[in-house]
């Protein structure tokens, strides 16, 4: 099976923070491959902008050194990497002074006309408005001219209202673009054609036949070289307020009208208007905090959270687990367990949807348990999907049952190269489809479901519970679903 390569319009894309970490491992070699794939017209250019003072050929050198550590050895072999190369220029830019924006007005002006100017803000979240305002006032937020921005969206309600309003004054809400590249993520996109491409799924999806839904997003790393920005995060900002609850809301919200882009980010603004609220008087009973301390993983030895960081005490969470609830009709009863940490025993990222069990077995007490049918979406690594069934285990002698999973790694089901999710909404800009975008009231509400926990942690003051690097997080994460009846399910199981 071969995949549909579209091209797209041609277009003029300034990358802020070109020289960074995000440029550097993802945007790059992103818009590499789509070039390489024949994405990419060839009047496109692309133009890298940063405080370091670099002439355009050694950006060039920098941009090609990007591609040999993140792009494989065989895809850098044909004139595709100089005709890439080539797409890219470099202006210095003092994205908080003047220096360099009349140099970056006079070059998009002289490249625009008849393309599609995109914005990307591949920078520290706190530039987000001054960058935003310095392109009004140069005059590159006109014509249509469209903004990228990535997470962190602030650090609360209130900050994330304040940053909104100040891109606002100079983007319209249809020209902002708020990514969160797990959206983009193939499995992710999977999952709306699971539930509404399929008659199998959609009649079962609701509180009479789901018993509950797992999330887990879990890290084999560390904080390493982002301690410092992570300190002043914490798991709930860092994960769960975007990635997870983006997930959350593809599981749950009711089949949109169509996959317009509003239509979508509707139904996903109102699961989390119907969340339940999570505070002081509930917050013990359905949250748990834990911090890693030195463990080991599969490269030996790890230091803990605490000596990362260079400090002898941080209130920080690298691990949370929660059990939320969306107040509606189709999910009462029904919990969402949710976690996320660092230095777990493994990197997986997937959802478990765990059907009821049937309510009576015709088979007796000789066959065994029969367990609950199990839909296990991953998310990475090894992308696909299991449907877990009970069947017969072949042989004669009587019937005795069996737990089997239905298989499609999408690796082997398409013999095709699957795309980064950056690859994806990159071009998803140029086209003008906010469909995997977030919404600025999306945004706002996930704050008003996560600022009362924030708050709830700190007047509670109990520090975050010690884990072991290498395990699956503190005790009392498994204590939070185990008190219900139901067990943490790794691996795919």
Known sequence: MTSRVIPVAPFVLTVFGATGDLSRRKLIPALFHRDLAGQIPDDATIIGCSRRPLSEEEFRTFARQALVDHVPAAELTGPELDRFLGRLSYVPVDVEGENGWL???????????????????????????PICEKLGKYGLSENGARVVIE??????????????????RIFPEERVYRIDHYLGKETVQNLMALRFANALFEPLWNNAHIDHVQITVAEALGVEERAGYYDTAGAMRDMVQNHILQLLCLVAMEPPSSLDADAVRDEKLKVLRALKPIDEHNVANVTVRGQYRAGASAGGAVPGYLEELGS????????????????????????FYLRTGKRLASRVSEIVVAFRPVPHSVFGEAVGPIDPNRLVIRLQPDEGVKLWLMIKDPGPGGIRLTHVPLDMSFAKAFKVRNPDAYERLLLDVVRGNQTLFMRRDEVEAAWRWVDPILEAWRNVKEPPRPYTAGTWGPSASIALIERDGRTWLEDGA
């Open 312 to 335: 002898t005490r941080s209130e920080t969470e690298t691990f949370v687990a929660v059990k939320a609830e969306v107040e509606n009709w189709r999910w009462a009863g029904v919990p």
């Open 103 to 129: 140099e970056l007005a006079e070059r998009v002006s002289k490249q625009i006309e008849g393309r599609i100017c995109v914005h990307y803000l591949a920078t520290a979240p706190h530039l987000f408005g």
């Open 151 to 168: 997470k962190p969206i602030g650090k609360d309600l209130a900050s994330a209202l304040a940053l909104n309003q100040q891109v606002g």
